[in-house]
C-alpha cells in the first residue's frame, strides 16, 4: 500500500477544507448560471440509485456537470468505453453481492438485442466495505446524452416542486411559528421558527429555509436523537449545522429547489477548525446528513402510499370520465396504473397515481359537478369562453 495514500475521508475533509477557506464550497453556489442547482445528487445510471452518504458529497465536488458515474465494468457491460487516459475517483461502499457477467458454454458474454452483457447477482454471504473506482459520465465514450437520461426518468404530471416542498411540511406534522426575522429550530420546545413567507424573495427560498430547519427538527430525541446540546457558536453547534447544512444540499437538489447557503456562512471558519481537528468527523456528518434526508424524504413515501390506496378505489375498467373539453375512457387498470383513452383524439395514456390527470379523473368522476367549477373558474381567469364538449 502507498504510505502516501490517504483514506477517502481525509482526502474529501482537505479537499471541502481547501474549499471553503477560497470561498468556492459547494455550501456557497446556490445556483448556477443556468437556473440549475449547483449541487445534484451523483447517480449510477446503470443501477439508477443514488451514491449516498460521503461519495454523494465527494463526487459532486469533482467538477462535472454530468451527475452520472459508474465503474468500468459497469461501463463495459452497458457497451460504453473510458476515454483514453481518464482518471477514475475513489470511493467507498457496502459490498453485499457480487455482479458477474452471464457466459455461454463456450465462455462467451452474453449480451441483449442492444448489445448490452447480460448480469446475475450473487449474493455475499457477509457485507464488507470496499474500495471502487469510478468515472463520470463525462469521461465516457458512447454514453447517452445527459438530456436523454433525464427524459427517460421524467414523471409528466407528478407534483410541481412547490408542492413537493410543501407537501413535506405538512406530512412532517412538525411544529412551526411564523413571525420574526429568524429561522431556527428550538429543540426545548420542539418548534421551528420561521419568518412570514411573504418575507422571502421567492417561494423555493422559503421552502429552502424551511427544509434545513427541517432538517434540525428530525435530531430530535423523539426522531433520530442526535446530541444537539451545543450553545450557538459553539464547536457542538456548528457541527449540527454542518449535519443540516450537507443534508440541505441533498433535499434542495432532489426537490429542485436549489439551496440557500444565507446565514450559514456564518459557520465555515468552524467547520474548518472541525475538519482540521478531526477529519472523520466529514464521514460521520454525512452519514447523519443522509439519515436526515432519508427521513424528511420519507414524508413523500407515506404520501404516495395514502395516494395509492385511494387511487386503487378511484378510478376502475370501463369508467367514462367527462373532463377538460373531452372524455376519457379507462381501458385497463393494472396495479396501481391505469391506461385512458382520450375519446376525441383517442390518445391511449398510461397513468400512475401521482400524475396530475390521474388526480384530476378521479376528482372529475367523484365529484363531476365540482371539477366543471372548477374548470369553468380557471377559464374565466384565463379569459376564456366556451363550453364542455360531450
Known sequence: MNKNFKPLHEQIANKLIAALEAGTSP?????KSTDAPAFTIPVNPTTNKNYRGMNSLWLSMQGFTDPRWMTLKQADFAGYTVKEGAKATLINFVKTHNIEAMRDPDGNKIKDDSGKTLTRKTELD????????????EQINKIPPLSEYLKDKQVPGIWDVVERAENLLKESKADINYGGNEAYYS???????LPQRNQFDSETKFYAVALHELGHWTGHENRLKRPMEGRYGSQDYAREELRAEIASLMLGSELQIGHNFGQHAAYVNSWVKILKDEPFELFRASADAQKIFDFIMGFEQKIDLKQDVKAAEALAEGDLVPYNNTEYKVLEKKGKSVTVE???????IRLQPNYGLFKKLTEAKNNPEAMQMQIAGEEQECGVSHKIRR
Open 187 to 193: 429543540k426545548v420546545k420542539d418548534l421551528i421558527q
Open 342 to 348: 382520450d375519446q376525441i383524439t383517442k390518445e391511449k
Open 27 to 31: 455550501f456557497q453556489k446556490p445556483w
Open 126 to 137: 457477509k457485507a464488507t466495505i470496499t474500495k471502487a473506482w469510478v468515472f463520470n459520465a
